[in-house]
């Protein structure tokens, strides 16, 4: 059974840190590109920041202050956020893509929110 959980989630003030946590299962995660994105109340999912085959890249609104991070060993995929603002309240979801295999899988969301 294919899965993604996600955890790390929570509330935290401006200008804190949280780690985000994704644990893969079902399928062979070192094949798959990792993604995070997020989805903020009345918007559209955007995407956050990605590990591909050969680059790690970051949307321009969270460059300098979340990182991305995998470890194959542990089906594990990370999105460590500093600096965070307000703005950035979202349910974040991971994201496990093999564009070659058209295979797709999401996490369920966890919830992050920034207020004082």
């Known amino acids: 059974q294919v899965q993604l959980v996600e955890s790390g989630g929570g509330l935290v003030q401006p200008g804190g840190s949280l780690r985000l946590s994704c644990v893969a299962s079902?399928?062979?995660?070192?094949?798959?590109?990792i993604r995070w994105y997020r989805q903020a109340p009345g918007n559209e999912r955007e995407w956050v920041a990605g590990i591909g085959y050969t680059s790690t890249t970051y949307a321009d609104s969270v460059k300098g202050r979340f990182t991305i991070s995998r470890d194959n060993a542990k089906n594990t995929m990370y999105l460590q956020m500093n600096s965070l603002k307000f703005e950035d309240t979202a349910v974040y979801y991971c994201n496990a893509w093999a564009p070659e295999y058209n295979n797709e899988y999401w996490g369920q969301g966890t919830q992050v929110t920034v207020s004082s």
């Open positions: 079902g399928f062979t995660f070192s094949r798959f590109v």
